[in-house]
């Protein structure tokens, strides 16, 4: 009878440390797919306020690009998407490049936030832009 008992406080302990290992692996995985999510390209919106046209720029992290009169250069952005509210945030700096006698000094130099764009906002009196998407 004390050889029976010990097998099944044996074979509680496997069931116990299993479920253990099961859920200290489960929780390690959901808080890795709960964190923001780096994107190596972004997409933003121009708008010409002159011709009320908008245009999607697709943009590639790190790299500048031009876009008529301004050097638009995104630096990071993050992504949240798997939220129920999902929340873009991309790091931009833009340069106007009419301006000859300041070619260093940024327009826009910031965060950008797709749900506020208010919070900072891009200040310019031909282009208007916003953030689109990150991936």
């Given at each position: 009878?004390?050889?029976?008992?010990?097998?099944?406080?044996?074979?509680?302990?496997?069931?116990?440390?299993?479920?253990?290992?099961?859920?200290?692996?489960?929780?390690?995985?959901?808080?890795?797919?709960?964190?923001?999510?780096?994107?190596?390209?972004?997409?933003?919106?121009?708008?010409?306020?002159?011709?009320?046209?908008?245009?999607?720029?697709?943009?590639d992290n790190g790299?500048?690009?031009?876009?008529?009169?301004?050097?638009?250069?995104?630096?990071?952005?993050?992504?949240?998407?798997?939220?129920?509210?999902?929340?873009?945030?991309?790091?931009?700096?833009?340069?106007?490049?009419?301006?000859?006698?300041?070619?260093?000094?940024?327009?826009?130099?910031?965060?950008?936030?797709s749900s506020s764009?208010?919070?900072?906002?891009?200040?310019?009196?031909?282009?208007?832009?916003?953030?689109?998407?990150?991936?």
């Amino acid at each position: 009878m004390l050889l029976i008992k010990n097998t099944k406080v044996g074979n509680l302990n496997k069931i116990v440390i299993n479920f253990i290992v099961y859920f200290f692996f489960t929780q390690i995985s959901y808080s890795e797919i709960n964190e923001n999510f780096i994107g190596i390209k972004t997409d933003i919106k121009i708008l010409d306020k002159i011709s009320s046209k908008n245009e999607l720029i697709n943009l590639d992290n790190g790299e500048e690009s031009i876009y008529k009169d301004l050097a638009i250069k995104v630096m990071k952005c993050t992504n949240s998407e798997l939220d129920d509210n999902p929340e873009i945030k991309a790091y931009i700096q833009v340069r106007d490049l009419t301006k000859k006698n300041n070619d260093k000094v940024f327009v826009f130099n910031g965060w950008m936030f797709s749900s506020s764009p208010s919070i900072a906002p891009f200040d310019h009196p031909v282009y208007d832009i916003w953030l689109v998407n990150c991936y």
